[in-house]
């Protein structure tokens, strides 16, 4: 999806519901697990202050749900936790307002230049205009069907089928939730994500957190990341970051997008 046209003004969100994960209590260790596979070595020593913005963001969001009378989960502090993520879902959306991270290397991370370049190559075969700040990328690089069919894992190539580098890209990019600044044990990378059981109802998720457009170029793939891990993993569109984004701005442009939307 290029434009936001592509996804305001389609009608009454679906009765599937809205769920939301905001404001993790990223020093909590309440049950905290250590995740089975090994994480980024930067993550071990990193402290990730909290984002004040992130909780109202998720109230208000929830808010403007109930007055559309969609049903929705807002999970915070503590209940923002992996689990909750990782595990069998079920919503029209799927709402992350939290830190991410790219550890890209050199050879890598995208600057801007190569990401609006890499972008324009793919925009003759998506449906839309023009690119923005907040950006939303395509899944298949496919035009838009009339009425999307859902997109299952199966109908989107493996973000872990290409180069060593865009591999590399799913073990150093993901979110941050509970516990994460024990360890880096609350963090999830975009390949447990992409690895995790399929999203129920083919949502929109909104990764309302910093650069989670960021990944590896891939010629002929893409771009591998976070954004990636989630269409594999069943999304139907994507609400991304290409930049970093301040919390209480990012609040309220969200709140603004829900009702619009609904």
């Given at each position: 999806?290029?434009s936001?046209?592509?996804v305001?003004?389609?009608?009454?969100?679906?009765?599937?519901?809205?769920?939301?994960?905001a404001?993790?209590d990223f020093?909590?260790?309440?049950?905290?697990r250590?995740?089975?596979?090994?994480?980024?070595?930067?993550l071990?020593?990193?402290?990730?202050?909290r984002?004040?913005?992130t909780?109202?963001e998720?109230?208000?969001?929830?808010?403007?749900?109930?007055?559309?009378?969609?049903p929705?989960?807002l999970?915070?502090?503590?209940a923002?936790?992996r689990?909750?993520l990782?595990g069998?879902?079920?919503?029209?959306?799927?709402?992350i307002?939290?830190?991410?991270?790219?550890?890209?290397?050199?050879?890598?991370?995208?600057?801007?230049a190569?990401l609006?370049?890499?972008?324009?190559?793919?925009?003759?075969?998506?449906?839309?205009d023009s690119?923005?700040?907040?950006?939303?990328?395509?899944?298949?690089?496919?035009?838009?069907?009339?009425?999307a069919a859902?997109?299952?894992?199966?109908?989107?190539?493996s973000?872990?089928?290409?180069?060593?580098?865009?591999?590399?890209?799913?073990?150093?990019s993901g979110?941050?939730?509970?516990?994460?600044?024990?360890s880096g044990?609350?963090?999830i990378?975009?390949?447990e994500?992409?690895?995790?059981p399929?999203?129920?109802?083919?949502?929109?998720?909104?990764l309302?957190?910093?650069?989670?457009?960021?990944?590896?170029?891939?010629?002929?793939?893409?771009?591998?990341?976070?954004?990636?891990?989630?269409l594999?993993?069943?999304?139907?569109?994507?609400?991304?970051?290409?930049?970093?984004?301040?919390?209480?701005?990012?609040?309220?442009?969200?709140?603004?997008f829900?009702?619009?939307?609904?």
């Amino acid at each position: 999806v290029i434009s936001a046209r592509d996804v305001v003004g389609k009608g009454p969100v679906p009765g599937g519901g809205a769920l939301g994960r905001a404001d993790p209590d990223f020093v909590s260790d309440d049950g905290l697990r250590a995740p089975a596979r090994p994480l980024p070595a930067e993550l071990r020593t990193m402290k990730w202050q909290r984002l004040p913005g992130t909780r109202a963001e998720g109230e208000s969001v929830a808010k403007t749900l109930a007055s559309a009378r969609v049903p929705r989960s807002l999970l915070l502090g503590n209940a923002a936790r992996r689990e909750a993520l990782l595990g069998d879902l079920s919503a029209d959306i799927l709402h992350i307002a939290t830190h991410a991270f790219y550890f890209g290397g050199p050879s890598s991370r995208l600057d801007e230049a190569q990401l609006a370049r890499e972008l324009m190559l793919r925009l003759p075969r998506l449906a839309g205009d023009s690119n923005r700040g907040i950006g939303y990328l395509a899944a298949t690089g496919k035009p838009r069907p009339e009425k999307a069919a859902p997109v299952t894992p199966a109908s989107v190539p493996s973000p872990m089928s290409g180069t060593t580098e865009s591999f590399d890209a799913m073990q150093r990019s993901g979110i941050v939730l509970a516990g994460a600044n024990r360890s880096g044990h609350g963090a999830i990378t975009a390949e447990e994500v992409a690895m995790a059981p399929p999203l129920t109802n083919s949502p929109t998720v909104v990764l309302s957190a910093c650069e989670t457009g960021l990944g590896a170029a891939d010629r002929g793939e893409g771009i591998s990341g976070l954004q990636s891990a989630f269409l594999f993993r069943g999304a139907r569109e994507l609400v991304v970051s290409l930049w970093r984004i301040p919390d209480q701005e990012t609040a309220e442009l969200m709140q603004s997008f829900y009702e619009e939307l609904v």
